[in-house]
């Protein structure tokens, strides 16, 4: 069996998974540069003006205090190398999506909407609702 060329892809494949690692942190807002901030409303983070559930606040929160810890770098590589190898638990069925059923009218702030407050008050809380949902990757039923 010749080895040569296993032995030139390893190296590569280990970079290129590197750099995807690095740019889903930076997706999150983690870069070499830096920590982008975040900003929490109810049940959401917003990371770079884009809504997470609050799980993912915290998962990110950890990251960034490991990598205040060590280094950028460090990190970057431990986590490529901890991640799942391909063929490992392929097999899995899929997750059940979860669903979540949105009562609009009990979102209402009162049962008639009469001002250009109460309407934007309204689908303020439906629009967090809505993306909360989403962002947790269920599917929405609005009764």
């Known amino acids: 069996m010749q080895t ?9 494949a280990r970079r290129d998974f590197i750099a995807a690692v690095t740019r ?24 770079e003006g884009q809504p997470y559930p ?7 929160r950890k990251l960034a205090d490991r990598i205040k810890q ?22 899995k069925p899929k997750p059940y ?10 979102l209402a702030p009162k049962a008639l909407l009469e001002t250009q407050e109460d309407v934007d008050a309204y ?4 629009r967090q609702a809505l993306e909360s949902a989403i962002a947790n990757d269920e599917r929405v039923e609005i009764r």
């Open 70 to 91: 060590q280094s950028f770098q460090q990190v970057m590589e431990a986590a490529a190398e901890q991640a799942p190898k391909p063929g490992v638990n392929d097999d």
């Open 97 to 106: 999506v979860k669903r979540r059923v949105v009562k609009a009218s009990a």
């Open 24 to 47: 889903r942190a930076a997706k999150f807002g983690l870069t070499a540069k830096g920590t982008s901030p975040v900003r929490e409303e109810g049940q959401l983070v917003f990371i």
């Open 123 to 126: 689908l303020n809380k439906l």
């Open 54 to 60: 609050k799980a993912v606040g915290t998962q990110r």
């Open 4 to 12: 040569s060329k296993l032995k030139t892809y390893a190296p590569k």
